[in-house]
């Protein structure tokens, strides 16, 4: 029994499940979100990128499950049927102030054609896509989703803890918020080569080494 071979916990060290999905770079979502002209437009994807919610999530979103005095928004009835809590942005708070103004929603934040019916998910993809098209990245297989890999990313290179990102996402389990990780390029750049660490001698003389 004492010479078993000790297992690593999965959970900690989660073993790579297939391709790791791509993830924009601050400076493209901004250039992303600087694009877009129309108001209802820019909102809908500055709070994509903000709060990490999905698509279905952003399209039924109601104004009454934004709290702005606790500067965070609810979500109700996300995947699996949970609700969940995630931050508002100071900044995204006062566009969504202007968008207010300007469109006056009713019932959803984000109302669609018909009176009393939320934005449909495929309008927002549509006007995603029109936007990656407008600034050049069509090719790199950015969608809806990938705001919201970005999102995490994003905050993991800031030191935001797995468990608030797993929090904020509405994970299940841990080992999906995990992959983030894997993403980061901030942790990456942050980790010193074995080799740069050696102690560093005196350069060796190839010349007094050769067999004479």
């Known amino acids: 029994m004492l010479k078993l071979a000790y297992v690593i916990p999965s959970v ?11 993830v924009m770079s601050a400076e493209e979502i901004k250039s992303l979100i600087d694009s877009i002209k129309n108001i209802k437009h820019r909102t809908i994807v500055m709070l994509l990128y903000s709060t ?7 399209a039924k979103l ?12 609810k979500v109700v009835h996300g995947k699996g049927g949970k609700d969940r809590y995630t931050i508002l942005s100071e900044q995204v708070l ?4 202007a968008y207010y103004i300007i469109y006056k929603p009713k019932e959803y934040l ?6 009393g019916k939320h934005l ?17 990245l069509q090719s790199k297989n950015y969608t809806v989703h990938t705001i919201r890999h970005s999102f995490a990313t994003h ?24 992959r983030y990780m894997h993403l980061s390029t901030t942790r990456m750049r942050g980790v010193i080569n074995p080799y ?9 003389d190839n010349n007094n080494n050769q067999t004479k």
């Not at 984000?110 to 009176?115: Q, V």
């Open 62 to 73: 109601k104004i009454t499950d934004i709290d702005s005095k606790a500067m965070r928004i």
């Open 155 to 178: 905050l993991v290179d800031n030191g935001t803890d797995l468990h608030t990102v797993k929090e904020l996402l509405g994970h299940t389990n841990l080992q999906t918020t995990m």
């Open 196 to 204: 740069d660490a050696l102690p560093q001698g005196k350069p060796r």
């Open 12 to 22: 900690i060290y989660p073993r790579p499940t297939g391709k790791l999905p791509p």
């Open 120 to 136: 449909s998910a495929r309008m927002i993809e549509h006007l995603v896509q029109n936007a990656l098209v407008k600034i050049g």
């Open 110 to 115: 984000f109302n669609g054609c018909k009176p």
């Open 94 to 97: 006062l566009e969504l102030r």
């Open 52 to 58: 990490g919610m999905r698509l279905s999530e952003i």
